[in-house]
Every structure is written in structure tokens, then in C-alpha cells.
């Protein structure tokens, strides 16, 4: 599976949109970004996937550039229970869960 | 979603001793069933994969006598760390593949005294 580069943290205020970049740009083309995140002392956390299109869900939107290189995902209005790490994935659809983890984006979301 | 429970969610063991940890899906099959491990201020790393009537797979370094899986039904995989020791503590989870996501356990905190 490709690896993936994220900002070490990041903080953000409390009903301002969050926008969480990650780097891939060794992403394959059968590979899909995926975007889990962790509260602390919590098992992660499915938020978001996408191929090629950009995606909307009820937690976050997902934008993938053209080239798929790089994503942002977009938290349209950060609660302070959205502090967690988010870990940004990129891996074959097929491949059963297996994930590999990088370290993640510290998000904290202040008042 | 699809929900996976494990348990205990915290336990603390004498050094020597054994402890298992339960992974169970709930509302959906699992044929495979993935378990890590995460230190203090550490990422997620994957210990092994839990194939459903067969053998697991072990990542690299991890031993497979101290780590024991078993996944002995489509719902359930535990884990038991055998002979365990201070280094041994941790926060393990384990996960399961629902259709296009992996679905998380809580997690448990093991502490070895």
C-alpha cells in the first residue's frame, strides 16, 4: 500500500471548517483513500472513502485532485468532539481491512 | 454501522500470567479478523491477521507463541498474550471487514504489573 504524509497536528476552532490535507503521491491506481480517526483511549473510527470522485457523507466531505496525489478531508463544522487523531489510508479495495497506519493528524478543535 | 465489541476493555495482569481479549461482530459475518497494537503516543501497528478456521499470519516480529489467535467461528477471534510481561502493555484492537470498511473494536488496556 502507497504511504501517506499528514501534517504532525492542527488546530481549529469550534464551528469553523477543518481541512485536513494528506499527500499520496505514490497512490496506485487501484488504490482507494480512506480517512479513520481516533479519540483518545478509542478504537479508530470509519469516516470517509474515495476512488477518483469526491465524496460527501454525514460526518465529512473528501476531495481528491485530479492527479489523486493528494486529498483534503474537509470536517464542514468542527465540534470539540471532533478532537481526535486522523489518520489518512490509502490501500487496496480488496484488501480485507489490513490497514497500515501513519501517525496521523493531531486535530484540535478549540472553543 | 457495523459494530465490533471487544472485552475486556481494560484489564490489569500479574507479569507471568495470561490474558485473553475477545473480538466479536455483531451483526455481521467475519471471515477475517485483524488485531494491533498501539503504545503511548504511538500509531496503530498491525500484529496479525485471524482467518477464520485456519492459521493466523503474524506481521514481522511478532511472535506467534506469546501471541496466540484464534478464530474459531465467523463472529469471534480472540487474542490471549501468553507469559505476560510490563512490555506486553498496551492498547490492542482489533478490527473486521464489513463490505468496503474495517469496523473497530473499542480497544483494551492491557497492563502488565
Known amino acids: 500500500d502507497a504511504k501517506t504524509t499528514q501534517p504532525t497536528s492542527m488546530d481549529c476552532a469550534e464551528g469553523r471548517a477543518a481541512n485536513l490535507p494528506c499527500n499520496h503521491s505514490?497512490?496506485?491506481?487501484?488504490?482507494?483513500v480512506y480517512w479513520y480517526r481516533q479519540i483518545h483511549s478509542q478504537g479508530p473510527q470509519y469516516i470517509i472513502h474515495g476512488l477518483k470522485n469526491n465524496e460527501t457523507n454525514e460526518m465529512a466531505s473528501l476531495i481528491i485532485t485530479e492527479d489523486r496525489k493528494s486529498s483534503t478531508l474537509i470536517l464542514p463544522h468542527a465540534t470539540l468532539r471532533d478532537t481526535a487523531v486522523y489518520y489518512c489510508i490509502v490501500r487496496v479495495g480488496n484488501s480485507w481491512g489490513k490497514l497500515q497506519f501513519g501517525a496521523g493528524t493531531q486535530v484540535v478543535v478549540t472553543p | 454501522g457495523a459494530v465490533v465489541s471487544q472485552h475486556p476493555s481494560w484489564v490489569i495482569c500479574k507479569s507471568g500470567t495470561s490474558v485473553k481479549i475477545e473480538c466479536r461482530s455483531l451483526d455481521f459475518q467475519a471471515t477475517t479478523m485483524f488485531w494491533y497494537r498501539q503504545f503511548p503516543k504511538q500509531s496503530l501497528m498491525l500484529m496479525a491477521t485471524s482467518n477464520e478456521g485456519s492459521k493466523a499470519t503474524y506481521e514481522q516480529g511478532v511472535e506467534k507463541d506469546k501471541f496466540l489467535i484464534n478464530h474459531a467461528s465467523l463472529t469471534l477471534s480472540t487474542l490471549t498474550v501468553t507469559s505476560a510481561h510490563p512490555e506486553d502493555s498496551s492498547f490492542y484492537i482489533c478490527?473486521?471487514?464489513?463490505?468496503?470498511?474495517?469496523?473497530f473494536g473499542q480497544g483494551t488496556r492491557l497492563t502488565v504489573v
Open positions: 478490527s473486521a471487514s464489513g463490505g468496503d470498511e474495517a469496523f
Open positions: 505514490t497512490i496506485s491506481g487501484n488504490e482507494y
